[in-house]
């Protein structure tokens, strides 16, 4: 198996993962983000797709599932964050492919700062370990046959002139 991990500086708040248009960098020029929806978007899709991820703020484990619900004979499951229920569902971002996700964490990792990204590839390294650190907020998503990290200048253009 191969785990993409994305860490950034600053543990991440359960509140950036449950209110659509929470952002503190909508004032900022120097931030990617700033419309407080991304990293729900691409719960949504992980979790939509069955992709196996972690999400540490330090070194606490924020524990991320979905319940199946309905609605006027429509089912969908809501999100749970920490084990409460939000206002998402799964049903958000209904045209997201993998590379998405990947962007808006990556991203928000980089408006952080300190951003590292490291693959874990259990083929070569053996059992996946991992070490949430204090100070910092760490992503392990499962990127078997859904990412191609050979392809990341495809997607991300930061050593383009």
Not at 38 to 63: C, D, H, Q, W
Not at 81 to 98: I, Q
């Amino acid at each position: 198996m191969k785990y993409l991990i994305i860490t950034n500086r600053g543990e991440i708040k359960e509140q950036a993962l449950t209110m659509i248009g929470l952002s503190t960098k909508r004032q900022s020029t120097t931030k990617i983000g700033r419309f407080g929806s991304g990293n729900k978007y691409a719960l949504a899709f992980l979790l939509r797709n069955n992709v196996e991820f972690y999400i540490y703020s330090g070194t606490n484990l924020i524990p991320i599932s979905t319940t199946k619900e309905s609605f006027n004979e429509m089912d969908y499951e809501t999100i749970h964050v920490n084990g409460k229920p939000t206002s998402l569902t799964t049903e958000m971002g209904p045209d997201w492919v993998m590379w998405f996700a990947i962007r808006e964490i990556y991203c928000n990792a980089l408006d952080e700062g300190d951003t590292t990204i490291t693959v874990f590839d259990t083929s070569i390294l053996g059992e996946f370990t991992h070490n949430p650190q204090e100070g910092k907020t760490t992503y392990i998503i499962n990127i078997d046959d859904k990412f191609d990290m050979d392809k990341w200048d495809s997607y991300f253009a930061e050593m383009r002139e």
